[in-house]
């Protein structure tokens, strides 16, 4: 059976729904950053895919999956600072709970 | 010949980034949730390696399945103290299920629709040496290279200052 860059595309498009679902459903701030992850995962899984299969010699979409790696890094990071810095305030860190800004 | 993925590697790896991506959204213990993170990330470092990106492979293992996992679980042990705090009520959303759903078939239709060029795996296999001798050189990704690390720079920094301990 021949695995070409379609079933790695089918693989990433499942997974990414699975994150949107994940980071639209959940309501700690931590699992909305998994979901988020997962995401991620799968744009990266996209990006080395096409750079397989289309550009083998130059790897482009392996650097592009690297810096997204180095963004997305920053991302958690950032964002579980966040969730530290709501826990402090509010000694919780349930999304739903973060509605002071509410009109 | 023409290189090939293989198919056998591939289903297996697959079914268990999608296996352990749906164990992660359905289990109710967020320790648990963090673990199956752990595995859906290692085992992304496999599909990576299938495609002959050993460097991304590594950097995967290193950042997601190191860093990144760590970093989540002290979250999770700093912000629920208690044991049954990381037992979560169920939090099934039926929105975001169509939401998902709607947007799954969207992409595979698109898919569908699309014809590549590339749709054989083409012979030249990716070198570990020219990927390093393209990022390091002043004609490919060295400037990227380096404001990338001027990102980690200020995440880092900024993380810390969010945060510190204090009142302002």
Redesign the interface.
Known sequence: ???????????A??????????A?????A??V???L??MA?AI??NL??F????T????DG??F???A???S??????G??????V??RARD?EITGLNELKG | MSETVNAFAFGVLALMLVGGAVAMLSTRNVIHAAFWLLEVSVVAAGVFYLLDASYIALVQLLVYAGAVAVLMIFSIMITLRRREDAIRPRDFSPVGAVLAVAFCAALLWALRGFSFDAAEMPDVVPSLVAFGKSMFSVRGWALPFEIASLVLTAALVGAVWWSKDGDE
Do not use: C, D, H, W
């Open positions: 059976m021949r695995v070409g860059v379609e079933a790695f595309l089918i693989l498009a499942v997974l990414f729904s699975l994150g949107l679902y994940g639209v459903s959940k309501k700690g931590v699992q950053l998994m979901s992850e997962l995962v990266n899984i080395v895919a750079s397989r299969f289309v083998p010699l130059s790897q392996a650097f999956t690297l810096f790696m180095v963004v890094a920053a991302e958690v990071g950032l579980l600072a966040l969730v530290i810095a826990y402090r860190s």
